[in-house]
């Protein structure tokens, strides 16, 4: 299976900023048979980078989308407009559970639109410190696991990638904590089982599972070592071209 190294962008860099990054980042990355390179810009950059980009080298992601294909939705972007410029969509990163309040309908409904449109889904799951701490974890993985498939037929599944991304662990998150690989192995492993009972075990072992949760050049290693991990969501350190680079030639190494 293939490696995953994921760069969310946030609300971060203009459209000229996220050129000279994109024009950086495609002089030092190669085209990787095991490795696929994605970065998710926000939304005015991803046309124009969809013509710079060499996408033997590199992906785009978008970090939303709305489910509904074309609509009265002002301010929204659909699947169905970034079909042919995106080959991801990030779905139910917890900023967008949090801060815009999209509930798990929402995430189920956008992981369903992004396969109709060719689109595949980066679904995001993980618990905050409070849900941790009451020992909820395993009932909040298993209900954004099994409810962001509920909607996605049985020939699709393995299209969706999984990124375990704990609440906790975010660099942005107040108190933020560091997960060990140790808890990242654990809980990859539940959700792998999740997937296991629900659909079978040869499908839990298709579907890509990532880590997200302050990623860096110094811990990428040992994430991407962790038993069931396929890749990398990173957020902060991706926002600098030579940190990104030093995680993507971590993954590489790793694979050999």
């Not at 709305?66 to 079909?83: H, K, W």
């Not at 996605?152 to 990124?163: G, M, N, W, Y």
């Not at 140790?182 to 839990?204: L, N, T």
Request: aromatic content about 8%.
């Amino acid at each position: 299976m293939k490696s995953y190294i994921v760069g969310n962008w946030k609300m971060n860099f203009t459209v000229g900023e996220s050129s000279v990054y994109l024009h950086k980042l495609s002089a030092r990355v190669h085209a990787y048979r095991d490795i696929e390179v994605v970065v998710a810009p926000s939304f005015i950059s991803l046309q124009p980078l969809s013509l710079q980009l060499d996408r033997k080298k590199i992906r785009l992601a978008a970090q939303t989308a709305n489910a509904r294909d074309f609509g009265a939705y002002t301010g929204e972007v659909s699947m169905a407009q970034l079909r042919g410029i995106v080959d991801y969509c990030i779905i139910g990163h917890s900023e967008r559970r949090q801060l815009f309040h999209e509930t798990d309908k929402c995430v189920r409904s956008a992981v369903a639109a992004a396969l109709r449109n060719q689109i595949r889904p980066i679904l995001c799951v993980g618990e905050t410190e409070t849900e941790r701490t009451f020992g909820e974890t395993c009932d909040v993985l298993r209900d954004q696991v099994l409810g962001g498939f509920s909607e996605v037929s049985t020939e699709d599944l393995e299209k969706v990638i999984v990124a375990y991304e704990p609440v906790w662990a975010i660099s942005t998150t107040s108190g933020a904590k560091i997960a060990g690989p140790d808890d990242v192995a654990e809980a990859v492993k539940f959700i792998r089982r999740i997937i296991a009972v629900a659909y079978g075990k040869e499908i839990s072992e298709k579907v890509a599972v990532l880590y997200g949760g302050s990623v860096s050049p110094a811990n990428a290693g040992a994430y991407l070592t962790v038993p069931g991990v396929n890749g990398l969501l990173v957020g902060g350190a991706s926002l600098i071209a030579d940190k990104f680079i030093d995680i993507i030639e971590t993954a590489k190494r790793v694979k050999s």
